[in-house]
């Protein structure tokens, strides 16, 4: 089947389509492939997209998350955010399976907002952080008990070790050569992880990738709309998420530089980012969290570092790359920005001490 006639056929198992529809390619987003849907004979646009079952290898554990988040935070919404809307197929259901067995959805698109793909103002930091923050604040009242893992072994920091290890040993891509002074530096580290394991942290429902493009904003790319892609929220710990936004805000640069040279933390995304989760999130924290968000911030910069590494080595089979070393430069990138925290590690303390006290 022609791809187009094939994407308006997926459209028409949601929408009462009549004349000319346009789909076109979202490009944003590194997992699933996105699609914008526009009908000259209904107003509202809505975003198609496909569900990648090499990453997701259980849709529909994606899709009751994705039902029941949305659900507990329509009881009590904040009229500060917007929520998602998970369109219905035709026959009620919540997605369409294609002959494929492609796993298909459909959201009403949300009019006059963007996404970003960096932070440009500190003030942006700490508005989508405010919003992660207040995601976790509402949810913490959804048993955790009651939202699937969608990725196996997530957030399940030791097996990131043993399949990096793994990936090393078998080599398969005959990648290792490349990255010797790249996995002599992240074995020097797992302490960090060890330290993570022995804090008694609370479980709570978290977002789990806490990137500022999983944030909708106004036009004005001033204020934060709604926390989108909610794929992989499941079970964790608040501090994965605080360490995501520390690692993917404050990089001076894009996370796949190849310029080590360039990266850098900017210190005052930093001080926002913190202000804006701590504001939302005082109130849950207990002592083991609010004493260790720097080390949910290395926690995280290294996690991504081995997740980056063990997909090069496996020959890159869970990112999309645009060239051959590009999980190599992501991983370089990771590690370098894990050593400009090490180095002022003082400095950010002392910022997230002081944000503390003021909050609580």
Known sequence: MDPEVKLNHIAGNFLKLRGNTLITPISKGLINDTYLIQNEHIKTKYVLQKINQNVFREPEKV??????????????????????KLEKTIVSGT?????????????????????????????????????????????NRLNPGEVFETIKNFHNYRDRIVKLEKAAAENSSQRKKNCLNELDFIG????????YYSLPLPKRIIHSDTKIDNILFDDQLEKAVCVID??????????????????????RVKEDEGDMSKIGINQEVFYNLTQGFIEETAILMKNAETNNLLLGAKIVILIQAIRNLTDYLFGDVYYKI????????????????????????????????SIVEKNT
């Open 230 to 251: 909610l794929d992989i929220a499941m079970p964790g710990s608040l501090l994965y998420d605080y360490g995501d936004m520390v690692r993917s805000f404050t990089n």
């Open 188 to 195: 020097n580290r797992i302490k960090y992880i060890e330290e």
């Open 322 to 353: 645009n060239y051959e070393t590009h999980n190599l430069v992501r991983a370089r990138n990771q590690i370098t920005l894990l050593s400009c925290i090490e180095k002022d590690e003082k400095i950010y303390e002392n910022i997230i001490n």
């Open 63 to 84: 899709m009751k998350n994705l039902v029941r988040i949305v659900d507990h935070l329509a009881k009590k919404p904040d009229p500060r955010y917007k929520l998602l």
């Open 95 to 139: 997605y369409y399976l294609d002959e494929q067995q492609d796993y298909w959805r459909v959201f009403r698109y949300l009019d006059h907002t963007d996404t970003i793909d960096k932070v440009t103002d500190p003030i942006q930091a700490r508005e989508a952080a405010r919003a992660y923050g207040n995601f976790i604040k509402r949810l």
